[in-house]
């Protein structure tokens, strides 16, 4: 068998690989390149919550990786990933119980039981609160907006019942970490959306640091990488060139921070 840290970098290749520009254009939720970004923020956020919870972190890593390697082939994608997993895995020489678990975990990941093993519920957790909680969230809701041709202003009226079918998605959550988890990143996009309505409110030009946020990433909602926008973020407020018109601001700051925070796997 590999090393450990050899495998890990053969399955980070297989990734990038299959899924850095899958789809080849919009399909419904997806662009390109979003699900690699979203694995990779998936394995980050896995692997704190296994410290935390005394979960297998290699299992919880290589499952994170692998768990939507089956999203090219269509639904239900776990049970394509998990195939394409076990395959995967032999190869890399993983034991014969360590592949059986990992592609358990991944064709559960969608709907687990709260009774299978903490790493399936890690992995569940983790994937669910990255699509769905924080400012990696909100950012995505702002693209998904903008690419069915929505105005920022029009974003900013569907926020609020959006927000409230988030709040109703916290009941999915399974591991006592991940309601702690996902309730900090939902006040976030609480505060967020606050932000954005006094900017609206108060600003008689349309502008303000939350709006300059939201025009930044709806101008830039074709194509998007989150990865590449932070740094874009981080280039203006480190006096670079203004980009679709962001200014710098202690709001832009704290937003690139926590931002990055949760990206890393971060509360």
Not at 87 to 104: F, K, Q, T, W, Y
Not at 121 to 127: C, G, P
Not at 192 to 214: M, Q
């Amino acid at each position: 068998m590999e090393e450990f840290g050899d495998v890990v970098r053969s399955l980070e290749d297989l990734v990038k690989s299959e899924l850095s520009g899958w789809p080849a254009e919009w399909e419904g939720f997806h662009w390109p390149g979003y699900t690699y970004e979203h694995t990779l923020r998936v394995r980050n956020l896995s692997l704190s919550m296994a410290r935390q919870l005394g979960a297998d972190e290699g299992l919880v890593e290589l499952a994170a990786l692998l768990h939507d390697i089956g999203k090219p082939e269509g639904e239900p994608h776990g049970d394509a990933g998990a195939r394409r997993a076990e395959g995967v895995l032999l190869e890399l020489g993983i034991s014969a119980d360590s592949h059986s678990r990992v592609s358990h975990m991944i064709r559960t990941h969608v709907a687990p039981d709260p009774a299978y093993p903490i790493e399936n519920l890690v992995l569940s957790d983790a994937d669910f609160i990255d699509a769905n909680f924080g400012y990696i969230a909100f950012t995505r809701y702002i693209t998904i907006r903008a690419g069915r041709g929505h105005t920022v202003g029009e974003m900013i009226a569907g926020a609020g019942d959006w927000l409230l079918r988030s709040d109703g998605k916290r009941e999915k959550v399974i591991t006592d970490l991940g309601h702690v988890i996902a309730r900090e990143r939902l006040g976030r996009m609480h505060s967020f959306l606050v932000s954005l309505r006094e900017d609206l409110l108060n600003k008689t030009d349309g502008k303000g640091p939350a709006i300059g946020i939201a025009r930044y990433l709806t101008a830039d909602a074709r194509l998007p990488s989150l990865f590449c926008q932070v740094e874009q973020m981080e280039s203006v407020l480190h006096g670079g060139c203004a980009v679709n018109g962001l200014q710098p601001s202690v709001f832009l700051r704290e937003f690139v921070r926590m931002l990055k925070e949760e990206i890393a796997g971060g509360r």
